[in-house]
């Protein structure tokens, strides 16, 4: 069975199916819209959250089970399940509601201190990987397998480092990659976010204020939770990241290798502000090796 177009006509149908209580209130698409799954604000106080294929699948069901635990044990709010959708006729699929939290994302939202926003964010990663991992989902396909070895990625990096045309650059690209693979991680699996990006971060009033999408969350290596440094923060924001993060060179060195791999692949989007972060990123690797500034 295909799965049809999420839209506001599927998420209404499934909406008014499996929960007719909530079939009165007015639905419209949440925008930007997300790639993974597409969100509708189900009145004031909802959000219906549905798969948009079948390789997002696993993320809905590991989101019901794990978001009511780790929710109380972090600083910040994150989703909050309401209801559990079931796949119908129609759609394949599961999928779910959650409670509606007030907020920017941070991609467009003016931040009143990086410093203080950066450590804002290191704080919640690290109150994250410090909650008790036993049972948690490992590295797979429902996150897309972040938190396992950099160097499962090793063959497609190689195949794709001649996207950076200019051979010294390139060099220097690969010389962080070299240093990425040859530092397994060797500590106990944690928790960790998986795709801490501006859209998954909402702000009021110029700070953090909720943390969103575990889509791509799970119990391994935390090292992909460090992107963030070169992908959104400089200078100062940067180096207060890296302090408040509180991780050994090793990690960092994974962590630039997980951010090379995201350059490389965003370098060849049809998309250019796609391509756009991918420079900046690729310069901001290149500029500054953050090990042993913590």
Known sequence: MTAPTVDVSLARELVDGRFPEWAGLPLR???????????FRLGDELVVRIPSGSAYVP??????????????????PIPRIVGVGEPSARFPFPWSVY????????ATAPIGDEVRFAEDIAGFLVTLRSIDAAGGPGPGPHCASRGAPVSQWDEEVEALLP??????????????????????YRGA???????VAQANLLVREGRLSAVIDFG?????????????AWTVFSGASRRAFVRAYDVDDSTWARGRGWALWKVLILLDSPERRWVQLARRTLAALLEEDVRGTA
């Open 29 to 39: 698409a949440v925008e930007p819209g997300g790639f993974d799954h597409r969100s």
């Open 189 to 195: 699996p944690v928790w960790f976010h998986g795709d």
């Open 216 to 228: 791509c969350a799970g119990v391994g290596d935390p090292a992909c939770d460090t992107v963030i």
């Open 59 to 76: 993320q809905v069901a590991k989101e019901q089970a794990w978001l009511p635990r780790l929710g109380p044990e972090l600083p910040l």
């Open 99 to 106: 409670g509606w939290i007030e907020g920017e994302t941070a």
């Open 163 to 184: 996207r950076i045309g200019d051979p010294g650059v390139r060099a220097r690209a690969a010389a962080i990659w070299q240093d990425a693979v040859a530092e397994p």
